[in-house]
């Protein structure tokens, strides 16, 4: 546009000489023919004349030229205008340093009002825009910008973030170039600049799900508008089989297992119609041909006019839980390691067998079986070996039970449980019973050992003793306790006393209770005596009940409800407490017993704090630890054989005396008693009770006395009732005797006068 000016002015101005010059001769040949005439010179002035008149035209030819033109100045104004709109419209700031002015920097409003400022607000210095950097960019980006302005040539580029009124940082993109004069030196550096937070989180936002895409272990597949495939990620191709070069271009449909009908696809696109989105399990096939059970989620992706623009499947190979499935199946029904049912089934058929027999009007039985003293082949011959035992067993009961009328089931540990439809009197009831016992008695060789064990029987009738699943179960197992307590090896048929017992047990609970709290409990002393001389040297402690309705209540009676209700350590540790109490009292009076012996349960031997509460009962008492003496059950210390022995050492280097009491029957090794850091077994009563004549009683008597002596430790009968048994036990030297013979268990007071009779003697 310039050039085509420069141009017209040239044409105007050689065009103004012409026809200026051309006029001038016209003139002077004029005047010339007409001075001719006269004989009069005017030559000169004709000239001076011609050269006035060309400086006119031509000031007419330049001023015409030059004189503005409004169509084209609002013209320019137009383009200035749009140039402005565009610049707003696309949220454009427009910077431009005049590099003439050293830091004087223009900013438009559009480029203040991105980061919240006015134009007043923001500054217009070098100085307000480097202070509104992110400081850690301040000194790079400006020595990037005077770089350029240096060196550059092209456009300039750069992405940094300023502040913005609120305190936020934005993302600005800033873009422009240098404007120089003719000898290249630079004067301007103008651009534009835009505000790309939203655009920079976008982007991070891809390449977040990018990576999700590329790394999740669910399989992606993405199909275009037309149902064709355009992308898949690593986990497609690993679980199908499938290359993305095998795939993309071609449809979905190649992975057709031709498991689903035609309404299943039907289904599967109505929902992605109405919905946008289809969940379920689908049977696809790998590249090999395999069946390939998938849970996939498809999902429609529509542009901004509402068209699908893609389909998105994500898919997760459910193979290996099809495979496994069945297994589980089997594992929520049967126990895996006997294959009978478990707990589950068993009340699955238990209901289904219930209302069977309400219906029909007959009576059926439930027989709860519980292996008598399991725990120890495990403790002592491992699990396998008890694993094992428990396979034998279930082999048995299936062989001498009606498996079309009966059902056998494991229900946990060493428990069966057998629910028989045609057993429906009690004496039918027995015959099973006993046969189940008999079957449990016969000898077991596992791994080159015969192995003998014993069960316990309870028996339910029902619906004649129970109307649910429930109560079958609790019934049967109040029965089994009766059979238990019975002795074990036998079967008990549950009855309505048995229901009145555990509701006057619970009642017993409360009232024991109450007791220990109210003092309602007292403390009764057992002499014990040296067998060689008769002399008495120490007393065994043991609790009573002083009922206010019954009196006194029997151990036997209130101790195993207490330990079900888990009163029982808070019984041992008032014993321990009002024992140490009463050996101070006679201590005090000189009274110089050796011992006192107070019993643990196997609740208070299994806690850790034992020895502390030990050695603080001491210490409140003011009795040394060498007159205690703690006994503790051998079935107790096989319990947890680690923490007894553990517990046991903590309490002997306190230095009380420890004593394992009914010795014999806790079925413990000779390695374990060697280990344990006792002083004194105490024979059980069971042993003495036949004594002299049994002969078997006797062997095991003198054996305990023989390993007693052998190892160390003393020895103590209990359960002393007659002159024969006591005198066969001082032949054999025994060390210590304590029973009815010596005397009754009796209150403190009574206790300290039969102490003074025996040291007021000669």
Not at 570 to 597: N, P, T, Y
Request: glycine content about 6%; proline content about 3%.
């Amino acid at each position: 546009m310039q050039y085509k000016r420069s141009l017209l002015k040239y044409i105007l101005v050689y065009a103004a000489l012409v026809l200026s010059g051309f006029l001038g001769y016209s003139i002077c040949f004029t005047l010339a023919t007409h001075n001719a005439q006269q004989n009069t010179a005017v030559l000169p002035s004709n000239w001076l004349l011609l050269a006035g008149l060309s400086i006119v035209y031509w000031f007419v030819a330049w001023r015409s030229y030059n004189k503005p033109q409004p169509k084209a100045q609002a013209d320019a104004q137009a383009d200035l205008e749009r140039l402005k709109l565009a610049l707003i419209v696309a949220n454009q700031g427009l910077w431009d340093w005049d590099l003439t002015k050293q830091y004087d920097i223009y900013f438009s409003s559009t480029y203040c009002n991105n980061l919240g400022y006015s134009q007043a607000e923001f500054g217009s210095s070098l100085q307000d825009w480097k202070n509104r950097l992110l400081p850690e960019e301040r000194e790079l980006l400006l020595s990037n910008a005077m770089r350029f302005m240096h060196e550059g040539d092209g456009d300039y580029d750069s992405t940094y973030r300023m502040q913005h009124k609120n305190g936020s940082y934005r993302w600005i993109r800033s873009r422009g170039s240098l404007i120089k004069d003719a000898t290249g030196t630079p004067i301007r550096f103008i651009g534009i600049a835009h505000d790309i937070t939203e655009q920079r989180g976008t982007e991070e936002r891809l390449k977040q799900a990018r990576a999700v895409f590329e790394s999740t272990h669910e399989g992606v597949l993405i199909t275009d508008s037309k149902n064709t495939i355009v992308h898949i990620n690593p986990a497609f191709s690993h679980i199908t089989g499938y290359t993305a070069e095998e795939v993309l271009g071609k449809t979905p449909s190649m992975f057709k297992s031709g498991r689903h009908s035609r309404d299943f696809y039907k289904a599967l696109w109505n929902s992605l119609k109405t919905t946008d989105e289809w969940s379920g399990e689908i049977w696809n096939r790998r590249k090999s041909g395999e069946i390939l059970p998938q849970y996939q989620t498809i999902r429609l992706i529509r542009d901004e006019n509402g068209l699908v623009s893609h389909n998105v499947a994500v898919f997760s190979d459910i193979s290996l839980l099809k495979d496994s499935q069945s297994e589980l199946n089997y594992l929520a029904h049967y126990d895996p390691l006997t294959g009978l049912a478990n707990r589950t089934q068993l009340y699955e058929r238990l209901n289904i067998t219930l209302q069977t027999l309400t219906n029909e009007g007959k009576n059926g039985s439930a027989f709860l079986i519980d292996l008598d003293h399991f725990k120890s082949i495990n403790e002592s011959l491992g699990h396998s070996v008890g694993d094992q035992v428990l396979q034998a067993i279930a082999e048995r009961i299936n062989a001498i039970i009606d498996q079309k009328h009966c059902t056998l089931s494991r229900i946990g540990g060493d428990e069966f449980v057998v629910i028989c439809q045609d057993t429906g009197t009690p004496a039918e009831a027995a015959l099973v019973a006993q046969a189940l016992i008999k079957a449990s008695k016969q000898p077991f060789i596992i791994e080159n050992k015969e192995l003998f064990i014993s069960a316990s029987v309870g028996i339910c009738l029902f619906p004649r003793s129970a109307k649910s699943v429930e109560d079958i179960m609790r019934n049967a197992d109040s029965a089994l306790s009766k059979a238990k307590a019975s002795g074990r090896d036998t079967f008990a048929f549950y009855s309505s006393e048995m229901t009145e017992q555990a509701f006057q047990r619970i009642s017993i609970g409360s009232e024991l209770r109450a007791a220990l709290e109210t003092q309602g409990l007292m403390l009764y002393y057992q002499p014990v005596y040296a067998m060689g001389g008769l002399t008495l040297v120490g007393c065994e402690a043991l609790v009573r009940w002083n009922h206010p309705e019954r009196g006194l209540v029997s151990p036997g009676e209130f101790i195993p409800i207490a330990e079900e209700i888990g009163l029982i350590s808070a019984i041992d540790e008032w014993v321990l407490q009002r024992a140490c109490e009463q050996m101070h009292q006679w201590q005090k009076q000189s009274i110089q017993l050796g011992f006192v012996a107070v019993n643990l349960s196997s609740r208070s031997l299994s806690k850790k704090e034992l020895a502390t509460t030990v050695a603080d009962t001491l210490k409140r008492s003011g009795v040394k630890p060498q007159y205690l003496e703690l006994e503790v059950t051998e079935s107790a210390v096989m319990e947890d054989p680690d923490r007894a022995d553990a517990t046991l050492k903590e309490l002997r280097a306190l230095g009380v005396r420890l004593a394992i009491d009914d010795f014999g029957t806790g079925y413990s090794s000779l390695s374990r008693l060697k280990s344990l850091p006792v002083h004194k077994l105490k024979i059980d009563q069971s042993f003495i009770r036949n004594l002299p004549s049994d002969s078997e009683d006797s062997a095991i008597v003198r054996a305990i006395l023989m390993l007693g002596k052998s190892i160390g430790l003393e020895v103590q009968a209990e359960g002393i009732e007659t002159a024969e048994q006591m005198h066969f036990l001082q032949e054999l030297d025994c060390p210590l005797g304590q029973g009815y013979w010596f005397g009754r268990p009796m209150p403190a007071h009574d206790f300290s006068k039969l102490i003074n009779s025996n040291f007021q003697q000669p």
